[in-house]
């Protein structure tokens, strides 16, 4: 049986993606929290790699980019479910649904997670808890960590020209509602891409009032939720449910 090894941030969108890929397709994988201040975590990249999270290491590859290991995974992990479906239009609409995840709503939900000092503060006690910190670090982090947090709001809004995030998040699943239709996934009856990294990237702020809100003011959205977390609990294998300190070998 394949087993992986993600590194990964616990606040990363783009991790959670991967995390629900892997699930998905029932792979068992370790999780190692990176630090990430000084990322000390990571195995050797190549030159031309960012120093970014996720990688993913599985089968003697290293890969990155959350876009790049979910096509890698359904290339090589046949499934069920393909992410990509067979039929062209499906297809290009699973493809166009993860690409508004990864230029829309990955911006979309840091505002809600950090946007006021309350939820700053939760989501700096998050990294604090989840990363590979030493002492002084995790100290600094719970100290501090919400002051820095709450300012990447600011700026993010300001960028997207926004001045609420909760508004600009409730237009951005106005959307998703609008490819989810009345179908159980956003392509039919089988989840594919869009699915997996829509509630990837949802799960970031399930522990946050946003996602509260979200679930309880859209019925559509909680249920299609709901079915996807189902088919990654009914498929998740192994030890990934537990992040754990990195090996010995990444932590020099």
């Known amino acids: 049986m394949t087993t992986a090894t993600l590194y990964e941030f616990e606040l990363c969108p783009y991790c959670q993606k991967v995390r629900a890929g892997l699930e998905l397709k029932g792979i068992a994988y370790e999780r190692v929290q990176v630090n990430p201040m000084n990322k000390k975590e990571l195995p050797t990249l190549p030159p031309s790699a960012p ?12 890969l990155w980019d959350s876009t790049e290991i979910l096509g890698y995974l359904d290339a090589h992990f046949a499934g069920p479910p393909a992410f990509l ?23 979309a939900l840091p505002t809600v ?7 700053a503060v939760k989501a700096a006690q998050v990294t604090a808890r989840t990363s590979n910190f030493g002492f002084f670090q995790n100290a600094m982090v719970r100290a501090g960590g919400s002051v820095v947090m709450h ?16 508004a600009w998040l409730s237009r951005e699943m106005d959307r998703f509602e609008g490819w989810l239709g009345e179908q159980p996934f956003v392509c039919g009856a089988e989840i594919t891409l ?15 009032p946003a996602f509260t809100e979200l ?17 990654r609990t009914d498929r998740r294998v192994g030890p990934s449910a537990t ?6 070998a990444h932590a020099s």
């Not at 997670?113 to 309350?118: D, K, Q, R």
Request: aromatic residues 8%; hydrophobic residues 40%; contains cysteine.
């Open 51 to 62: 120093r970014k999270v996720p990688v993913l290491a599985i089968d003697g590859e290293v």
């Open 85 to 107: 479906p067979a039929e062209e239009a499906a297809r290009a609409k699973t493809q166009e649904v993860e690409a508004w995840v990864d230029d829309a709503l990955t911006f």
């Open 113 to 119: 997670i950090y946007g006021t000092w309350g939820e």
């Open 151 to 166: 300012q990447v709001s600011k700026r993010i809004l300001k960028k997207r020209n926004e001045t609420d995030g909760r």
């Open 194 to 208: 869009g699915d997996v990294a829509t509630h990837g990237a949802l799960t970031c702020i399930r522990e946050f």
């Open 215 to 231: 679930m309880g003011a859209r019925p559509r959205l909680a249920g299609w939720y709901a079915r996807v977390a189902a088919a």
């Open 243 to 248: 992040p754990h300190a990195p090996p010995a």
